[in-house]
């Protein structure tokens, strides 16, 4: 596609459901990214992905958080058991390379809030 | 710990005037990309303008022109004859050349264009 696209937009879910979070990346892009940010504060990074293979899965808040991506392209972060504190903007990000040489393009974000 | 500073959590500039958002960072590296992000209220991060360490020239984007000072480790943002479309979250951010993929950002900066 043109640019990352993520869905839900928006998603309202009671405290204690799943939840997913879908994204598209830019076609042909190798490196995914997932960010939270929370209001008023910036973006935190939770996981990197080249490939179907994920580096590092540190930022990760808890146990509770998983992602997946298959096929190199769309990939899934999925909240389990979801808290009032997981309530934030879910940011997917891609590049062709590995970030430091080139530009990591963002979507608008999937924007979480549990009840 | 590598760490984004931005010492500014809001500011405000009339239209066609000239505004600096201000941004540090600590960092062991020696090699890495420095970068200012636009968020406006839909939420979309884009990429305003990026800084490699290496280079000495400072970075211009059209009205977007940044102040890279590497022994200081301080990045701003200087944006010439402002428009309302500027009005938007500022996010600085960097990443290391040979250890990093991702981006480590600053909280953000509120900037507000005023007729």
């Given at each position: 596609g043109a640019g990352v696209s993520q869905s839900p937009s928006n998603k309202v879910t009671e405290k204690g459901k799943d939840v997913e979070l879908r994204c598209d990346p830019i076609?042909?892009?190798t490196a995914l990214y997932w960010y939270r940010q929370s209001l008023g504060q910036g973006l935190e990074f939770l996981i990197y992905f080249q490939g179907n293979s994920?580096?590092?899965?540190?930022?990760?808040?808890?146990?509770r958080f998983s992602a997946e991506r298959t096929g190199g392209s769309v990939s899934t972060l999925t909240i389990q058991r979801?808290?009032?504190?997981?309530s934030a903007v879910y940011l997917c990000a891609s590049s062709s390379t590995r970030a430091e040489g080139n530009t990591i393009y963002f979507g608008e974000g999937s924007w979480l809030t549990v009840v | 710990a590598q760490t984004v500073t931005q010492s500014q959590p809001e500011m405000s500039v009339q239209e066609a005037e000239t505004v600096t958002l201000s941004c540090t960072y600590d960092t062991s590296e020696n090699n890495y990309y420095l970068f200012w992000y636009k968020q406006p209220p839909s939420r979309q991060m884009i990429l305003v303008i990026r800084q490699e360490a290496y280079k000495q020239q400072n970075a211009t984007e059209n009205r977007f022109s940044v102040n890279f000072q590497k022994a200081a480790k301080s990045f701003s943002l200087k944006i010439s004859?402002?428009?309302?479309?500027?009005t938007a979250m500022y996010f600085c951010a960097f990443i290391n050349s040979n250890s990093g993929y991702a981006l480590n950002f600053g909280k953000g900066t509120s900037l507000l264009v005023t007729p």
């Open positions: 076609s042909g892009h994920a580096p590092d899965k540190s930022g990760l808040p808890s146990d979801t808290q009032q504190e997981d | 004859d402002s428009q309302l479309g500027d």
